[in-house]
């Protein structure tokens, strides 16, 4: 069964709007972490968040995560043309490492 | 640099052949992956491996088998390719297993005939 579940599955918006992408996902996790697709290429890692921690902040991105709600949220600000992509959540349950569905966000210029 | 290479880039193959992908990194971590991503971008972790265990994703047909001659290179053999092992293998590498961020290569493109 998918471990992760990303929504939506696919965002259009204009440059210089915010996307925001959830993630829920099923079992308790250490850590969960938000990766980006460029396509044809690689993943890049973006950001991590241990599941002590509530929000995380890297330049225009914020992730959220309430373990209560077993669920994270992407958030990227100010966005350009160069933020289209897919980006897929990643849980580690300790034991396994699961990614999500992903979210296809097309930044519109 | 390039910190995660893998070769080939693209493999176009018969049914029923047996190939290897190589993968090497330069990053002098511990860990190593290989994933398998499907055509509706799906990504499913196949092995993680480093010098002291291999964890194998119990799904993964006996067909695949992963091969380190060292710490920097993990090689994925698959024998008697089917059509449903057409797909993208990513390799990636990390310094612990899962806890830290991963590092992908450009990933091959697997297209069984």
């Known amino acids: 069964s998918q471990q992760g579940e990303e929504d939506p599955q696919a965002l259009s918006i204009q440059e210089g709007e915010n996307a925001t992408m959830n993630c829920s996902y099923k079992?308790?996790?250490?850590?969960l972490q938000w990766y980006r697709q460029n396509s044809g290429r690689g993943l890049v890692h973006l950001i991590l968040?241990?599941?002590?921690?509530r929000e995380k902040h890297s330049g225009r991105l914020r992730v959220t995560l309430d373990t209560s709600k077993k669920s994270s949220s992407l958030l990227i600000t100010a966005s350009r043309a160069a933020d289209t992509a897919s980006y897929f959540c990643?849980?580690?349950?300790?034991?396994?490492?699961?990614f999500g569905t992903g979210t296809s966000l097309t930044v519109i210029p | 640099d390039t910190a995660v290479s893998q070769t080939p880039k693209y493999l176009v193959t018969q049914m029923g052949n047996d190939k290897s992908i190589k993968c090497e990194q330069n990053?002098?971590?511990?860990?190593m992956y290989w994933y398998k991503q499907d055509s509706k971008k799906f990504l499913k972790i196949m092995f993680s491996?480093?010098?002291?265990?291999?964890?194998i994703n119990e799904t993964v047909p006996n067909r695949f088998s992963p091969k380190s001659p060292d710490k920097a290179h993990l090689n994925l053999h698959i024998n008697s390719l089917e059509l449903g092992d057409s797909a993208v293998y990513f390799c990636?590498?990390?310094?612990?297993?899962?806890?830290?961020?991963?590092?992908f290569g450009p990933g091959t493109r697997l297209l069984v005939l």
């Open positions: 968040i241990r599941s002590n921690e």
């Open positions: 491996y480093n010098n002291k265990e291999l964890i």
């Open positions: 079992t308790s996790i250490n850590n």
């Open positions: 990636a590498s990390s310094p612990g297993t899962f806890r830290g961020a991963q590092y």
């Open positions: 990643a849980t580690d349950t300790g034991n396994q490492f699961y």
């Open positions: 990053l002098g971590h511990d860990t």
